[in-house]
């Protein structure tokens, strides 16, 4: 099942951490993700999931001071994000089938939607069937380990609920999303959430650790 996928797989990670580090550093690396977004375009059907994560940041950045009242919109950042969305969908178009091409993601899409919408080959086809009520007993364990990585991920936002990035909710959100339309999304949902953990926890665990460090000092 993910021969195909693992493009995307990489370029999505990929994606993840160059938007990560424009997070913390505001630096142009963040521009990097237009010609990884040529590449994708033009190697894997999935490649509407590198507009989606740019749009989710972006969001992000322009609700901060919704989230966090004490904090101001950094213009400068969201026009980067702003520039890297638009760029980013517009070299998509530059595939060897054009506009046909750029929009065949919407046609992918409709394989994961409501089952009576996805016609034969979403009905049948072993990866694109629901992992929860598909009839794919075998997919059991590996549900269960996404969800255990699911929850974690969640409960690490919780714990860190004062200092989670907006972008991290609404990307455990959307690719849970994912992952309940479809087997072969369950892969994408824990590239995602596993970094939502790493990087709540670390900082959790950082806010703990300053008043001993302190003491100590």
Known sequence: MPRPELPSFLLLAAFLA??????????????ANVPLQLVWANVHGLFALGLAVCAIY?????????????????????????????????????????L???LYPIQQFG?????????????LIA????????GREHSRPVLVLVGVLGFLSLAAMAWNWR??????PLLWVAFAYLAL??????????IVAAPI?????????????????AATA
């Open 163 to 168: 200092r989670v990035h907006a972008a991290d």
């Open 181 to 190: 339309g479809a087997n072969r999304n369950l892969a994408l949902f824990s």
């Open 197 to 213: 953990l790493v990087r709540n926890a670390n900082a959790a665990l950082d806010r703990r650790s300053i008043p001993r460090h």
């Open 18 to 31: 160059l938007l990560d580090r424009h997070e913390r550093h505001r630096d142009a690396w963040v521009f």
């Open 100 to 102: 046909e091409g750029a």
């Open 58 to 98: 972006l969001a992000a950045e322009v609700l901060r001071p919704l989230v966090a009242p004490d904090q101001r919109l950094d213009a400068g950042s969201a026009g980067r994000l702003a520039v890297v969305t638009v760029l980013a969908a517009l070299v998509c178009l530059v595939n060897p089938n054009g």
């Open 111 to 123: 394989m994961i939607g409501p089952p009576e919408d996805r016609g034969v080959f979403g009905s």
């Open 127 to 134: 990866e694109l069937i629901p992992p929860i009520g598909g």
